[in-house]
């Protein structure tokens, strides 16, 4: 049997675009090749509560309706109303008619709306007993012990690390298990925070990899079921994944919200460099805007780092010294209320009014700002709310500052294989080598008020993603021989608990973990 | 039987002080009295996350140790952790003896992380069949038919509009149908955003009112299940719940944070008018700062009527003429990218740079900014983000500007009640009357850019609460003879899908409807 894996970028709620997308997938092929397409392909998702809308379900239907009429094999996802019945559903059609329907039984949480369904299908296909259904709902096959000859799993597996080689883990075991040739078609795209890394797979009754497709990339590729052949592919790394990821963040952002430039402030430091770096290589430099907004604290290396990272990637930029916005509010503002000394209310003046700055020119340019917070900032509350932690999307957000620098890393050393006499790296080294500051008051250093990133870094993750308590991360340092003691622990899990209230207002974060603050993490801010 | 209703308040993971507030309440009766608290009055909630941590079990069975050790009789409600689950319990003690548990079976979506429970519980009280569980799963006892003598639910229940009637109502079937005195012990107190209207009460086997604690404030109350008498209270209405409700949510918002003090812009608009009125209700006249920030673009009966909202409430109040900061920003940029002609960008510098001010007397004054942004608003994207959409918390984010007016109204009626002569009443008539403009280029008024509010609010609510497309929406309008055609009611439509990226961005939403924004309603950004 020959299938043709379509691993699609579908927009949510683009009904037009996307019928056009899988239309011509099927157009690639000919008419005995069974066309598989990813979970909700008709309408995108993540949905929320555009299942509350009828329209949803009839603009699915009348896009089933075209798909149904170009009397093809395919199996695709949509959403489907049956009797008052709201059902994430899977079709297979044959010939123009609908052969089988598999409804999600078990629901993820970002099935908002859904009603639960009946789980997978088994039907007979060309002489052979064809399974299908959602990832969420495999244990049905196991528990139903059903012979089946080939198993074809349509998804819209979120990205974060880890996931694709534990998914791929899982499924040898399943393809082994029931002997079966297994295919799995997983979107790929980006939708808000959400990532889709792609990776669709087929894999023989042995559980041996036969196909593999890009990670965060579209492509359609097809199969002779017969004629499987193992392959060998080595895992992308951690930084790969990451790089591609973030990139294709940005790029969906811009394109599916019809934005063309990007805007973001170029400080020197190397969150900045990095996110204009990512952002160059997803919109092209052409479409990247760099705002330098100097003050009297900053140092002449940050504006010369700025100027490198500017230059080396050849983006438009501007230098916008903020001293007399900044003298000009002050004194109004001390005017009013005098005597007060200079605090971190002076400070946040700085960063509103560079943030007042970006959105000016954003404006101007019809542009979008970027965000360039980082993970370790966002947890501890270190940024100013309506100035350095506004923009329309945060792409290092799910990103610890060990990570930011293990990443430009990577950047600047991929570059380097590429172009080995380059001196214009993408992201300056000594962006990258420097010791971290706001520059919000003379000589301030992030290590005045933080302890070392990677030690800061280190307790963030076992207290955000593990879900360590202080006494347990105590334990955990000790037993490692880390330096930190529990005052420091304790002081930061209070930062993170008391700055709740900020990260609620903060920019879509784009989510690489399995615990993205904002998407994924909520505690109470009361 | 002699049971007492404690309508608590209890904060987020306040163990220490929820843990005093209870036994304060046991010390208040003889320890013939049982006394009944509300769903997670140990730990309080929302807890989100918190139900990852080790924490929140070993601080929640610590208090269940010190409340055990009272010897008294009582149900509570807390989180338990039993073989590696994790519960959302109700435990019944009698004499120092644990003498039966209910764990919540129906989880809500607000129950992340916590285990499916077994449901309701039914044992033997001083000689009568006590049932007791939470709100969810109270159809067990319907299908167990079980004969109960009293049961007894112990709830969180959010507040919106309607809730408390219809739950009243519910119950009362429910009493009657098990022929069953009935007690609801209800929590009340804000979490962030959410709201937990009280108004607890016990039912005779008759259905009948026989008790009725306040709405929105803490009571404790015994009742003599053999010696009920049927009362009669009338409900309050839509505007004194909504006017409590909001109060609740600042001083909550205020008190559970340690914050005393709140900084306001005043405009001279209803929307800020009635904010600086309900935050002087709920914090006092003495913890309220009121800044008038005029520009160029400010009528001279703007900066009035805001100079008498601040007098008529006798709150401290300044002066910060923003015409120079705006110039000093105006022209930097502009002498970067010179020939640009005033448009949306400089109409937004001058609502960021009062965000600028604001948070700069927040700063100083250690204070909290509230947020004045209205339903209306907010649905339509008609704000400034990083500039009049800021603030810690927003009270007004669930009122459509109708009901803004609605409740300004409302609130002068009644201190016109109390106060038949004065002429200061807390919202301005003028600022209630006149049109409203957001007065950021010469002239400007809402009604330039939106249809009438009346119009606008009715295709929101359709849309928004309803669920009502387009094509709907246009039906219903002919039906009614109301005014406005598909061309408006598809751009309003549109507006509020191209702004869901700003509201995810927006403060903490003080929800008093069932579809609030933030919390309840979702929808794609890209």
Not at 113 to 136: A, C, P
Not at 234 to 261: C, E, G, M
Request: aromatic fraction near 8%; glycine fraction near 6%; include cysteine.
């Amino acid at each position: 049997m020959k299938i043709q894996i379509n691993q699609l970028n579908p927009k949510s709620l683009g009904f037009s675009f996307n019928k056009g997308i899988i239309i011509d997938c099927l157009k690639e092929v000919n008419s005995d090749v069974l066309s598989v397409f990813p979970e909700l392909s008709v309408s995108g998702g993540i949905l929320y509560n555009s299942t509350s809308y009828n329209d949803l379900f009839a603009s699915s239907s009348h896009v089933c309706d075209n798909l149904i009429s170009e009397k093809r094999d395919l199996i695709f996802g949509t959403p489907i109303e049956i009797e008052g019945k709201k059902y994430n559903s899977l079709v297979m059609i044959e010939k123009g008619e609908i052969l089988a329907l598999a409804t999600k039984k078990n629901l993820s949480p970002l099935d908002i709306g859904f009603d639960k369904g009946e789980g997978v299908e088994t039907i007979n296909y060309k002489s052979q007993v064809l399974g299908f259904g959602f990832l969420e709902d495999l244990k049905d096959f196991v528990e139903k012990k059903t012979n089946i000859d080939i198993l074809i799993i349509c998804s819209n597996t979120l990205f974060y690390h880890q996931r694709q080689k534990d998914l791929l883990d899982e499924l040898v075991v399943l393809a082994r298990k029931l002997q079966t040739t297994l295919v799995f078609c997983n979107r790929t795209g980006a939708e808000g925070g959400f990532l889709f890394s792609g990776g669709s797979f087929i894999l023989n009754s042995k559980g041996e990899l036969c196909g593999l497709l890009p990670h965060f990339d579209y492509k359609s590729q097809t199969f002779e079921t017969t004629a499987l052949k193992p392959i060998f592919q080595n895992s992308p790394s951690k930084l790969q994944n990451l790089y591609q990821a973030l990139t294709l963040a940005v790029k969906d952002y811009f394109h599916k919200n019809q934005i063309k430039k990007a805007v973001l402030g170029l400080s020197g430091g190397i969150d900045s460099a990095l996110v204009v770096a990512i952002a160059v290589n997803a919109l092209g430099k052409e479409n990247v805007i760099g705002i330098l907004m100097p003050s009297e604290y900053s140092s002449d290396h940050s504006i010369k780092d700025a100027l490198d990272s500017a230059k080396n990637l050849d983006i438009e930029h501007y230098i916008v010294p903020i001293k007399e916005c900044f003298e000009q509010c002050s004194n109004t503002f001390n005017s009013i209320l005098p005597n007060q000394t200079f605090n971190v209310a002076e400070e946040n003046i700085q960063s509103r009014l560079r943030c007042v700055s970006l959105m000016w020119f954003a404006n101007k340019f019809g542009a979008a700002l970027l965000n360039t917070t980082n993970k370790s900032e966002a947890a501890v509350g270190y940024g100013t709310l309506y100035g350095d932690t506004s923009g329309s999307i945060s792409i290092l957000a799910d990103l610890y500052k060990t990570e930011v620098w293990e990443l430009s890393k990577y950047i600047n050393d991929q570059w380097l294989k590429v172009n080995p006499n380059s001196t214009q790296v993408p992201i300056p080294w000594n962006s990258i080598n420097k010791a971290p500051s706001a520059e919000l008051r003379p000589g301030q250093k992030d290590s005045d008020s933080l302890p070392d990133y990677d030690i800061l870094d280190r307790i963030l993750e076992e207290h955000l993603d593990n879900y360590r308590n202080s006494q347990e991360i105590v334990e955990i340092f000790e037993k490692e021989s880390l330096r930190a003691d529990k005052t420091i622990i304790d002081r930061i899990i209070k930062l993170v608990r008391i700055n709740e209230w900020k990260r609620r207002q903060c920019p879509t974060a784009v989510k690489v973990t399995k615990n993205c603050f904002g998407i994924d993490r909520r505690v109470p801010i009361s």
